[in-house]
């Protein structure tokens, strides 16, 4: 009889001169998000980062799968022309790096969101084992498949505790506030009574509150205007609807005040804004109730 014992592997060590080796160890394809467990509605900033370095350089590149940001609503950001920083870094090491891709999102489901991931196929340069008379490596066209993978972001519910009545889904911080054109006219003239809300946020994706006004008013439906930037940081503007309306008869008329509540993910707590009590003053015109 014979008794063998067996061993945990030897591992067999890698040859630094091989060519996937060398690919492996010196180029990266990484997703930064900015925040990986965001409330729900709440804006987050995923930047697409290529990080390579000596001894490879690369030639091409082009896109063989692109995320789809199924249950996000999103937002890419336009770049110019892929440049290369020569002075990144990639955990703590001198790199250089390409940005290839900027998006923002605003989850639409809470719970785990996967991220689809990011594939690009890349034309690189490496030097081989061989060298010419001079003792130089010669270099070797490579074709290299490299994935950020899938990323979860964690959605958090909005909490329910606090929650106002009137809350229609506003998460970032704003200010609110309802303007009058004109607070004095004839009858059969019209103003515009605005209602606008101003900040950073997730500023398309919710409803503006609706006046409310006496119905010797004639109010027609309003146009909403958005003048809203998107950049990395997320929405940040104005949205507005503008209403018309039209007094049929002469009378100080009262604009009650409105509100209008919005989730800070920064405090973590909802918020509530009183527009003022406005008075529109209608002169020269018939009477309520005359014959």
Known sequence: ???????????????????????????????????????????????????????????????????????????????GRAEINMRGSYKGEPYNEVIWRKAVLYPQK????????????????????????????????????????????????????????????????????????????????????????????NLKLFNLPKINVPNTLEVYEPEHEEKVKITLSGMQGTIEDSYTIVPQFQGKYPIPAIQFSYFDPKSHSYKTIFSQDLIVDVFDGPTAGAP
């Open 1 to 79: 009889p014979l008794e063998i014992e067996v061993t945990n592997a030897v591992k067999k060590p890698n040859d630094p001169n091989n060519v996937d080796n060398i690919i492996d160890g010196n180029i990266h394809l990484v997703a930064e998000i900015s925040k990986n467990n965001p409330y729900l509605n709440e804006g987050i900033a995923v930047i697409y980062k290529l990080y390579f370095r000596n001894p490879i350089s690369v030639s091409d590149v082009s896109e063989l799968e692109s995320p789809s940001y199924g249950d996000f609503w999103s937002h890419l950001i336009k770049i």
């Open 110 to 201: 809470t719970g785990n969101l996967t991220l689809e991931p990011l594939t690009l196929n890349l034309s690189l340069s490496v030097p081989s084992n061989r060298r010419d008379l001079f003792g130089r490596r010669i270099l070797t066209q490579s074709q290299k498949t490299i994935t950020t993978g899938k990323n979860i972001i964690q959605v958090k519910e909005l909490p329910e505790k606090n929650k106002p009545e009137d809350y229609s889904g506003a998460v970032g911080q704003f200010d609110f506030d309802v303007i009058l054109d004109k607070d004095a006219l004839k009858a059969s003239e019209s103003f515009q009574a605005k209602i606008k809300v101003r900040g950073k946020g």
